[in-house]
């Protein structure tokens, strides 16, 4: 399957600054991505599909400007988390899709706000 | 509205024993469906999928079993052993908007015991 890497694997930040995470994929070339949260002992929550060079698509509840996606070329996706506070700790992973019935995913980052 | 449940939180087994775990779903218009195993910290590993017009799909000791009627799969690993414990997600896939996006159950947590 395809091998997806994410970079950091853990940051911790104050409250009100901002937090970029990248999502690389190193072997497949990915016109679509995916960013998903995870609360602790929760499901994978779907945030955004990022899309090459377009705007990537929010679900309803996620606030577009709060959580950036720029998805820039084949191979990487970023999300940024501007002014970050408390609540927006959580884990974040990124996946690249094979089609319906395939979804490889990153190894996720572990953002605290202090 | 959860259009995919697991309703086991929790699951434990002997080790040569079978682990049978299952996933409700309410969304006729899914096409696939998804198992996943999760590490804390880490990003969920792809391990098995059905078509929504198989019931039935086996690789090596994972076999996962559809029913639409019930709208009801499960995953069966025989024999279990004592690495298979983790949180194992179901998910189920639908075409929206030109890609597919996933939809995660909670998860259940199996514990293997030796």
């Known amino acids: 399957g395809a091998v997806v890497s994410q970079h950091p694997s853990r940051v911790i930040c104050k409250s009100g600054t901002s937090v970029k995470i990248e999502c690389r994929s190193l072997?497949?070339?990915?016109?679509?991505m995916f960013w998903y949260r995870q609360f602790p002992k929760q499901s994978l929550m779907l945030m955004a599909t990022?899309?090459?060079?377009?705007?990537?698509?929010?679900e309803q509840g996620v606030e577009k400007d709060k959580f950036l996606i720029n998805h820039a070329s084949l191979t990487l996706s970023t999300l940024t988390v501007t002014s970050a506070h408390p609540e927006d700790s959580s884990f974040y992973i990124c996946?690249?899709?094979?089609?319906?019935?395939?979804?490889?995913f990153g190894p996720g980052t572990r953002l605290t706000v202090l | 509205d959860q259009q995919v449940k697991q309703n086991s939180p929790s699951l434990s087994v002997q080790e040569g024993r079978i682990s049978i775990l299952n996933c409700d779903y309410t969304?006729?218009?899914?096409?696939?469906f998804l198992w996943y195993k999760k590490y804390p910290a880490e990003g969920p590993t792809f391990l098995i999928s059905?078509?929504?017009?198989?019931d039935k799909n086996e690789d090596g000791r994972f076999t996962v079993f559809l029913n639409k009627s019930a709208k009801h799969l499960s995953l069966h690993i025989v024999p279990s052993q004592p690495g298979d414990s983790a949180v194992y997600f179901c998910?189920?896939?639908?075409?929206?908007?030109?890609?597919?996006?996933?939809?995660f159950g909670t998860g259940t947590r199996l514990k293997v015991l030796a």
């Open positions: 969304n006729s218009m899914f096409d696939y």
């Open positions: 998910a189920a896939s639908a075409h929206t908007s030109g890609t597919y996006k996933y939809i």
């Open positions: 990022s899309n090459e060079g377009s705007k990537a698509t929010y």
């Open positions: 072997d497949f070339q990915a016109t679509t």
């Open positions: 996946s690249v899709g094979g089609g319906g019935d395939t979804q490889y």
């Open positions: 059905i078509s929504s017009i198989k």
